[in-house]
């Protein structure tokens, strides 16, 4: 009977026990789970602050998943240290776990800038977790003037969570722009405007250079008052199990198509992980929901002897913010198509005859479709484009690609 | 399994599959009252290109990227369906990101809605079929995977 061992207990860890029971019924697992829940929906913890959804709502499996698939957790243990030659893991407390295969499923940690003075900040947080989630809950009220470093999804996450249950929030960030990572400047204006109006506060441009109890000294020189800090600067993968026992890591652990490491019997999966993007065809963490899901699943399916490839992850993101919703997927690279209105901003990016990238504010209907062609590297020749960019439709498709896909034909 | 497959060359561009989607999941018995004067929330849409139309709905994929992308946990696949909890769905809109076919879209309170082959209510055999004029829309076996 083969012994699976995941370390961690987040999405890909799910995928995992998903792809190795869709393959081996019997084999051992064992779930290292640092967290003491059960696998949640980590992205709806702003949700959960915002009371669109509660504790047991938010649960990403039902409550027999582990007992249904046969799984022992363990709950509040942290794995410290492999053993690859003899196939060992090992947690705090000394204890030892051997295994067949390792997945090591160990997500991402929030990035904490030294910042001089926050030791004497009392009451600050990151906002990663469900119980970062909770402490937050506990610690905002009414009168609370929140600020929070960095403007990416984890803060303005943050920030629409919080907003009707603080006085005041204040967001600053380094960069010149809002959501940095997945918009482009005027983008990044459109939706600034947006939270704006909704009530939240921003410093671009600039973040805290220190802190003096409820004060940070901005770069800029400017004071900001506050009664709660949530740091969300960045977040970097947890590498050091991999890296610790000599296997491939550079940001993240560098996996392929298979999710193997560069150990043997060690795969990885999720936000720890470095992979292909197969919008740009280089190596980069692309730390999503979907991506953690789709790569557990096919370590799984790999760790139990199985054959299946992920080699088309590609960066997406859907965030919404206050109703409006902004959609992002590949690079921007290439010429641009615009359409603006009032209420969206729609950006098209092609090169090569493909579909490299989109940003869509506000007009996401149908936005799938735009993504299957950048994730399928469909040549725009081969279909109606000049139809395709006014609006998402699949009768911009050939008959023939329409047949296979409505049709049954193959 | 049967799935809903629509023969483009047969669909007249007519629209009704998606009022009779909209009724059949409305939970009331008179169309009249549950279609006249609101919005329309179908879960089937007819597409319409150059000289060409035909209803859209969720093929029920053998590999779901909505499911497998869904950050709610709300998607799940069961006995070959492609099912949603609305209670757990929070509108992030990641299934509208990933679905290849546009077969997802928000209803009347902004929790998405999918087609799930009329199993969740009383019509039997989907409504967008047994309502088809022209019979473009079928619901069958035809022994394919997506």
């Known amino acids: ?410 | 399994m049967k799935r809903v497959y629509v023969n483009e060359e047969w669909c007249l561009g007519c629209h009704l599959c998606e009022y009779n989607c909209a009724f059949a999941n409305s939970g009331l018995s008179d169309m009249v009252l549950a279609l006249k004067g609101k919005p329309l929330y179908p879960r089937i849409h007819v597409e319409e290109g150059r000289k060409i139309s035909y209803a859209v709905s969720c093929r029920h994929c053998d590999d779901p990227l909505c499911v497998k992308s869904c950050i709610a946990g709300a998607l799940s696949k069961k006995d070959g369906v492609i099912q949603i909890d609305k209670d757990k769905c929070v509108s992030c809109y990641t299934c509208i990101l990933v679905c290849p076919y546009g077969a997802l879209s928000p209803g009347e309170t902004g929790v998405m809605q999918k087609c799930e082959l009329c199993l969740t209510n009383s019509f039997g055999e989907p409504a967008c079929v047994q309502g088809c004029p022209n019979r473009a829309i079928v619901y069958e076996e035809r022994g394919d995977t997506v």
């Open chain 1, 1 to 410: 009977m083969t012994k699976y061992v995941i370390a961690g207990n987040g999405i890909a860890a799910a995928g995992c026990i998903e792809g190795i029971r869709s393959r081996d019924k019997d084999g051992e697992i064992t779930v290292i789970s640092e967290e003491k829940h059960p696998v949640y929906c980590r992205p709806l913890i702003s949700y959960y602050l915002e009371g669109k959804t509660d504790l047991q709502r938010m649960a990403y499996r039902s409550g027999d998943f582990y007992e249904k698939n046969g799984c022992r957790v363990l709950y509040g243990r942290k794995a410290l240290k492999i053993e690859k030659d003899s196939k060992e893991i090992e947690l705090d407390g000394g204890t030892r776990i051997p295994y067949d295969r390792l997945c090591i499923a160990a997500g991402s940690a929030p990035f904490v800038p030294p910042f001089a003075g926050l030791e004497t900040v009392e009451s600050k947080y990151s906002f990663m977790t469900l119980d970062d989630a909770l402490e937050l809950e506990q610690a905002v009220t009414k009168e609370s003037r929140v600020l929070i470093i960095g403007a990416g999804l984890i803060g303005l996450k943050c920030a629409e969570g919080l907003l009707d249950r603080a006085g005041n929030i204040t967001v600053c960030d380094l960069a010149d722009r809002i959501l940095s990572s997945i918009l482009d400047t005027e983008c990044a204006a459109f939706m600034q405007k947006h939270l704006e109006e909704k009530g939240i506060r921003f410093c671009l441009n600039d973040s805290a250079a220190s802190f003096d109890g409820n004060r940070a000294i901005m770069k800029s020189g400017a004071v900001v008052e506050f009664d709660v800090l949530v740091l969300s600067v960045g977040v970097r993968p947890n590498i050091s199990l991999l890296a610790g026992c000599g296997g491939q890591t550079n940001r993240g652990i560098v996996v392929d198509g298979r999710m193997r490491t560069s150990v043997p019997d060690i795969f990885a999966a999720g936000d720890c992980t470095e992979g292909p993007d197969a919008s740009t065809g280089e190596n980069r963490v692309l730390a999503i929901l979907p991506n953690a899901c789709m790569q557990g699943f096919t370590a799984g399916i790999n760790m139990a002897g199985g054959e299946s490839l992920f080699d088309n992850a590609i960066p997406m993101n859907s965030i919404g913010f206050f109703g409006m919703h902004a959609m992002t997927a590949g690079s921007y690279d290439g010429e641009l198509y615009e359409e603006r209105t009032e209420t969206s901003l729609k950006r098209l990016f092609t090169k090569d005859d493909l579909l490299k990238g989109f940003i869509l504010i506000g007009c996401n209907e149908r936005a799938g479709i735009y993504t299957s062609l950048i994730r399928e590297k469909t040549p725009l020749s081969s279909i109606d484009f000049d139809m395709l960019k006014k609006a998402a439709t699949t009768a911009a498709f050939p008959p023939e690609s329409r047949r296979k896909m409505f049709g049954g034909e193959r």
